[in-house]
């Protein structure tokens, strides 16, 4: 499985991405990984917020061949997305953020 | 009714009116009656206006405030990302605290209620002198500020690409900016509108960094968010508008129309296309010389105002409404000719 996650806009309008491979993970890492894909709800499109300059998050999740796609906005993320996010934002490696 | 007896006149609504409008309670009952006894269309649409004007005067403050003057409350999110932080850390006429940011925040929204008021007679945000609320310590280091409709939001940055958010002065402006964009032109956040939104933004902010500096146009640095960038971006600022694209290693941005960015990142590349408007800007104020605020700031700020602009107004949309704004408040001349050549340098082309 392979999860990919690009913040883009905000102040700077920097467009920051991560990738995970889970068949690269340790086993504890990939059952949390699991754990945070089934608390966050995917499927929900929430409107965008009000205001300006929030980010905008595009997740991918592909899973035997199958992807799936949700875009939100910081500010009014769908339940459970913001830990998922914490985590992959986390384990981005250095370097400039592009 | 009764009808009148004896001597006999027509009153003119007009009259009637002012009447209702300045006289005493006996004066206006009896202006009222008259006008109601008046059974013609005019003095019914009268009758309406008027009191459809009485209703919306009840939700107004019977004097409202002179202006001139903000009312800030700075709070602090102590590091959660809540917007809605309700601890109160310096509210309008406190003395400085001890922390920093909430001094920054403070002084900028103070810089910039002054900017829009000296400059433009406009009293705050949605220039009926709405309070300035101010969030410092969102988040955990967090790399971003913004408007979130209500107030201004402000992160203490991640220390590597971008650094405490209220250091910089014009990035206050650009966030109050938000605030006013909204309660006049309200450009979708999306595409081009939400790209002239953005420049908007970026345009006020420098204004107001170059008015708190007393710099001419000739002085300033137009760079955004000069001195908060963080040392991962190897960079000056976040954005150039002398020179879009150029601002740190790797910045998106396109000076011209034949660079536009298509993607649908970024709610369609507003923080890059911006780049377009704002150099237009630029080049407009350095074409003029003097004060950026003299002449290229009334132009924008009368153009966000128009109601002929569209909430999704394209880039052309935009500059055809500066070239008339120019031509309404300085004649057809050098200003509106700078204007219009200034669309033009960036490919956006004006007749």
Redesign the interface.
């Known amino acids: 499985m392979l999860v990919r996650l690009q913040r883009s806009g905000g102040l700077a309008g920097f467009t920051v991405r991560s990738e995970v491979d889970s068949a690269q993970l340790a086993p504890a890492d990939r059952a949390h990984l699991e754990r945070l894909l089934g608390a966050a709800d995917l499927s929900s499109t929430p409107p965008p917020t009000r205001g300006a300059d929030r980010f905008q998050y595009d997740l991918e999740v592909e899973r035997g061949g199958r992807v799936q796609r949700t875009t939100a906005f910081d500010g009014a993320l769908p339940p459970g997305l913001q830990p998922l996010i914490d985590w992959l934002a986390a384990r981005r490696a250095g370097g400039p953020p592009r | 009714m009764a009808r009148c007896v004896g001597a006999c006149f027509i009153v003119p609504p007009f009259v009637l009116e002012r009447v209702i409008r300045d006289g005493t309670p006996e004066q206006r009952e009896w202006a009222l009656a008259t006008l109601l006894d008046d059974h013609s269309i005019r003095a019914q649409r009268i009758h309406n206006a008027l009191v459809l004007r009485d209703r919306g005067r009840a939700r107004q403050p019977l004097s409202p405030a002179p202006g001139g003057h903000p009312k800030r409350t700075i709070y602090d999110a102590h590091q959660q990302q809540d917007?809605e932080a309700s601890d109160v850390v310096r509210r309008e006429g406190q003395p400085a605290v001890g922390d920093k940011a909430v001094n920054q925040a403070y002084d900028g929204l103070g810089s910039t209620y002054q900017f829009y008021w000296d400059v433009f007679h406009r009293n705050s945000i949605d220039d009926q002198g709405l309070p300035l609320d101010g969030v410092v310590h969102y988040g955990d280091h967090y790399?971003?500020?913004?408007?979130?409709?209500a107030r201004m939001v402000f992160g203490d940055g991640d220390g590597y690409?971008?650094l405490q958010?209220t250091a910089a002065i014009d990035?206050i402006g650009?966030?109050l900016t938000?605030g006013v964009t909204e309660h006049t032109a309200n450009l979708t956040?999306l595409g081009q509108s939400g790209a002239l939104?953005?420049s908007v933004?970026d345009v006020f902010g420098s204004m107001v960094k170059q008015f708190a500096l007393g710099q001419t146009s000739e002085q300033a640095d137009w760079l955004i968010?000069e001195g908060i960038v963080g040392p991962?971006?190897?960079g000056k600022a976040?954005?150039s508008m002398a020179a879009p694209g150029t601002a740190f290693?790797?910045d998106?941005q396109p000076a011209e129309m034949r660079h536009y960015v298509h993607t649908?990142?970024?709610?369609g590349g507003?923080?890059?296309n911006s780049g377009i408007p704002n150099h237009a800007f630029y080049l407009v104020a350095r074409e003029l010389g003097g004060r950026s605020w003299d002449h290229a700031g009334p132009v924008w700020y009368d153009t966000l105002r128009d109601p002929g602009l569209r909430s999704n107004a394209t880039f052309h949309d935009f500059a055809q409404v500066t070239v008339r704004a120019a031509q309404h408040r300085f004649g057809s001349g050098p200003v509106s000719n700078a204007v219009r050549d200034a669309w033009n340098q960036v490919g956006v082309t004006v007749p």
Not at chain 2, 143 to 149: E, R
Not at chain 2, 264 to 267: A, E, H, L
């Open positions: 917007a790399d971003n500020a913004f408007w979130n409709g690409t971008l958010t990035v650009h966030e938000h956040y939104n953005e933004s968010g991962a971006l190897h976040l954005r290693e790797g998106p649908v990142s970024d709610n507003v923080h890059i």
